[in-house]
């Protein structure tokens, strides 16, 4: 007869408090072994791992024992080692022997399997003997079946070591046509100052994409041409989105800082909007610019020489190139940056190669696009000993601002880095003055007893975005009759000034 627990063993407790990379499944074995529970095991072993706990039944929070008697639960045990080695059940046996385990809880028993996370290589793991409609992960929802393409960009991660995604030679790409003169030449002049006795310095620019791993030659078939990487780099954008090319591609770089005005999404936007080559060299320049300057920078001297970058510089840099690196092309979605001023926010599509944990500890360097890799570390810009990740940390902590975080979101699948920018912003919203829009207004009215221009008052302000000031407070003023335009039949005019309307 099934009891109903009211206190639960403080072992059952600790794996309902486990975190989010240590989920829990309860499965009722009353009436024999459950088949599901194969589809358990493969959607943890696809995702973070996680418990499964044979012998309870959890409905609403509350907990009901099976009642399983000790010579069930041998049984259940035997059945459970017995099919984890069987490959017509479940494609490869992950846990060791500690992994499953039997407990007793008052009077019945209870079979617990720890299913660890797989490697990239072991991946997919799946039911049967067809990973196709036989592959799970999981999500907050529990088990769900993977599609044929979730599949597919499994295998292809666990054969990224022979065949990088980045490394595929593209058909029918063109120097003259396809490549931006003006990136190649500015990475080529970075990499001259950084390293100008580099042997690389003085070659031509097309044995320079061919050094690099821009170009290459398969020696197998003799086929050559530009590289994945090499056009994803240095292409136009038109190139980039080819069908030949990745005509999926797009990044975002999105900015929302405290802004008076809630209709207004974004303050500063970068994206393929036509008015520049939108290849990931000129991203990565354009970000990482917008990016530093949320962090302080403090005088720094080492050896007699200012050093105007920090740890946190650092740590900035490493986080924008692991999000580039780290992308899987083949995934729904884009590279996505967002910073506000609370955070720094670090979105790549993809399944991570290494565990949460093996993130953190750094020390084994798996890069889903080694040959992007390659091109920044010859800048100085990326960490292929695994130390990446503790550059990003390190840098955090010299600020004393919060631990980074990282999670991976699904369907579609993203990897998210996150920076809290810490102490320094949290405190400033709560002393914003609850009128604060009514405030400036005054101090716009009391500077502009002398005809100013909108320059002059966004600097008067301590404010950047044009739009959001006219949007927000100038031209409201006017309308209500306190602000007036020096030239009003003009309002476009490059001398258009603003002066308060004094009182009558």
């Known amino acids: 007869m099934t009891e109903q627990i009211t206190d639960i063993d403080n072992r059952l407790k600790a794996l309902t408090r486990q975190g989010e990379t240590t989920e829990v499944e309860f499965k009722s074995a009353r009436g024999g072994f459950p088949a599901s529970l194969w589809e358990s095991y493969s959607a943890f072993a696809n995702t973070n791992g996680g418990t499964i706990v044979l012998g309870v039944q959890e409905k609403d929070n509350r907990f009901f024992f099976d009642g399983l008697t000790e010579e069930t639960a041998v049984r259940y045990k035997k059945i459970f080692w017995d099919s984890a080695h069987n490959k017509g059940k479940i494609s490869i046996c992950l846990p060791c022997e500690s992994d499953v385990r039997i407990e007793q809880i008052d009077n019945s028993y209870i079979l617990i399997c720890e299913i660890p ?3 990239y290589e072991l991946r997919p793991v799946y039911v049967t003997t067809n990973p196709f409609g036989n592959t799970y992960r ?5 088990d769900y079946r993977c599609t044929d393409a979730e599949v597919r960009r499994m295998f292809a991660d666990a054969e990224h070591d022979r065949h990088p995604q980045d490394g595929r030679i593209l058909a029918g790409y063109d120097f003259e046509r396809d490549i931006d003169m003006e990136s190649l030449h500015q990475y080529r002049q970075t990499l001259a100052s950084l390293q100008p006795s580099h042997p690389w310095v003085g070659i031509s620019d097309m044995d320079f994409l061919k050094k690099i791993g821009a170009y290459a030659t398969e020696y197998e078939t003799g086929k050559e041409g530009f590289t994945l990487a090499g056009i994803l780099m240095f292409g136009k ?5 080819n069908r030949s ?4 591609y797009f990044v975002d770089y999105r900015e929302r800082l405290a802004i008076d005005n809630p209709d207004i999404r974004w303050t500063h936007r970068i994206y393929p909007d036509g008015t520049w080559e939108a290849n990931l060299y000129q991203f990565y320049i354009r970000v990482y610019n917008r990016l530093i300057q949320s962090l302080p920078r403090p005088f720094m001297m080492k050896d007699g ?16 190139i692991n999000c580039i690196i780290h992308q899987d092309v083949n995934a729904q979605g884009h590279i996505i940056v967002e910073r506000t001023d609370e955070s720094l926010v670090f979105m790549n599509p993809g399944m991570m190669l290494v565990s949460q944990q093996q993130y953190f500890e750094g020390g084994r360097s798996i890069c889903r696009n080694p040959t992007l890799q390659k091109m920044f570390m010859l800048l100085g810009r990326a960490e292929k000993a695994g130390s990446g990740v503790d550059k990003i940390v390190s840098g955090w902590q010299y600020l004393g601002w919060p631990h980074p975080t990282v999670v991976e979101e699904m369907r579609p699948d993203y990897v998210v880095l996150t920076l809290q920018l810490g102490v320094k912003t949290t405190q400033e919203n709560p002393t914003r003055k609850p009128d604060k829009k009514g405030v400036r207004k005054k101090q716009i009215m009391e500077f502009c007893v002398e005809p100013r221009s909108l320059s002059e008052i966004l600097e008067f302000l301590e404010l950047k975005n044009r739009e959001n000031v ?27 000034m603003y002066v308060t309307v004094k009182a009558e």
């Open 117 to 119: 996370r797989a490697s």
């Open 138 to 142: 999981r999500n907050h929802e529990g």
């Open 237 to 241: 954008h038109d190139s980039i989105i």
């Open 245 to 248: 090319g990745d005509p999926m």
């Open 305 to 320: 020489v200012r050093q105007e970058e920090t740890p946190a510089h650092d740590a900035v840099r490493e986080a924008l």
């Open 470 to 496: 006219m949007n927000v407070y100038i031209n409201p003023m006017i309308e209500a009759g306190t602000l007036r335009m020096t030239e009003p039949d003009n309002p476009t005019s490059r001398n258009q």
